[in-house]
């Protein structure tokens, strides 16, 4: 089975900056797409931003000039740096991942979530 495990949520003032990692771990055979969803309270979850193994980076057009997605395929671990944060950007974000746990196996797997708050 996959694991995946976020990091780096917390509370920011508006303007400020946050780095989510989220690092999947167990059965890898290679991981495909990565990406960032997010829920804020009483709104559906949306797709942040998704990176796939080549670098192909696909943004929302909310946070497209502040975030930037990245991933250390080595480390099956994808970033998300969030820069002017504000307090739209409130909600739980959420990794999720495509991954093949062998060569004709794939499977979507989700972490946990990691709260982001942007409040003065």
């Known amino acids: 089975q996959v694991q995946l495990v976020e990091s780096g949520g917390g509370l920011v003032q508006p303007g400020g900056s946050l780095r989510l990692s989220c690092e999947a771990s167990g059965s890898i055979f290679s991981i495909t797409a990565m990406g960032w969803y997010r829920k804020a309270p009483g709104k559906q979850r949306e797709l942040v931003a998704v990176i796939r193994r080549g670098g192909r980076t696909i943004y929302t057009d909310s946070v497209k000039d502040r975030f930037t997605i990245s991933r250390d395929n080595a480390k099956n671990t994808v970033y998300l740096q969030m820069s002017s944060l504000k307090p739209e950007d409130t909600a739980v974000y959420y990794c999720?991942?495509?991954?093949?746990?062998?060569?004709?196996?794939?499977?979507?797997?989700w972490g946990q979530g990691t709260q982001v708050t942007v409040s003065s």
């Open positions: 999720n991942a495509d991954v093949f746990s062998s060569a004709i196996t794939i499977g979507s797997y």
